[in-house]
């Protein structure tokens, strides 16, 4: 069973707030928020940008076990790191699943990294979010993203994905040295 996900900042149902949609964004607001609370603005910032959820995983269906593939969704753009058709994904790809403060707790695919997921467990963001960094560069510097690791679906089946099974790097604790020393030096 393949595995997609999406988040749908344009057609999301949340009543949109133009004030917030203005207002600079509150520090550390994923701290005292939950998933519900956050406005439309909130809520997509909250996207790292990783795009794990954009690459199909694998369940086995007697164990419930899930593995990951290095093999991305036909529409996702491996050097942007994004999805290459976002306003029309839907007509090609039906199973991508919109994530929601409801379904997010439900999502057991979604990578244990998914900003959503650490805010849906109490959990706080890793230096590399863009919220914390404020670099949307860190994700990728940390190992945490995707970006231009995958190769497409195209016209794989089942045993070869299965051949594509991968373990993904484990993200950096901490910054970089250079990161650190460009930030002591405001570069
Ligand atoms: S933070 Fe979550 S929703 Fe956003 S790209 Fe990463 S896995 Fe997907
Ligand atoms: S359709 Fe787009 S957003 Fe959905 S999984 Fe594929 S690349 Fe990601």
């Given at each position: 069973m393949t595995k997609t996900t999406l988040l749908d900042y344009h057609n999301s149902r949340r009543k949109r707030d133009a004030q917030a949609d203005v207002a600079p964004l509150e520090d550390g607001y994923w701290r005292r928020k939950t998933l519900t609370e956050m406005n439309e603005r909130e809520w997509e910032a909250l996207c790292d940008?990783?795009?794990?959820?954009?690459?199909?995983?694998?369940?086995?269906?007697?164990?419930?076990?899930l593995y990951l593939t290095d093999v991305s969704c036909k529409l996702f753009d491996a050097k942007s790191?994004?999805?290459?058709?976002?306003?029309?994904?839907?007509?090609?790809?039906?199973?991508?699943?919109?994530?929601?403060?409801?379904?997010?707790?439900?999502?057991?695919?979604?990578?244990?990294?998914?900003?959503?997921?650490?805010?849906?467990?109490?959990?706080?963001?890793?230096?590399?979010?863009?919220?914390?960094s404020g670099d949307s560069e860190t994700v990728h510097i940390a190992q945490a993203?995707?970006?231009?690791?995958?190769?497409?679906?195209?016209?794989?089946?089942?045993a070869g994905l299965i051949k594509r099974i991968t373990q993904w790097p484990v993200p950096l604790e901490k910054p970089p040295k250079a990161l650190r020393n460009r930030k002591r030096s405001g570069t």
């Open positions: 940008r990783c795009s794990k959820c954009c690459v199909i995983s694998i369940e086995d269906a007697d164990t419930g076990t790191c994004g999805c290459s058709n976002y306003e029309n994904r839907k007509q090609y790809v039906h199973d991508c699943v919109k994530l929601t403060p409801k379904n997010v707790p439900k999502l057991d695919w979604l990578p244990q990294t998914c900003a959503y997921r650490l805010v849906s467990e109490g959990k706080d963001l890793f230096w590399w979010h863009p919220l914390i993203s995707v970006r231009n690791k995958t190769r497409p679906e195209g016209r794989l089946k089942m």
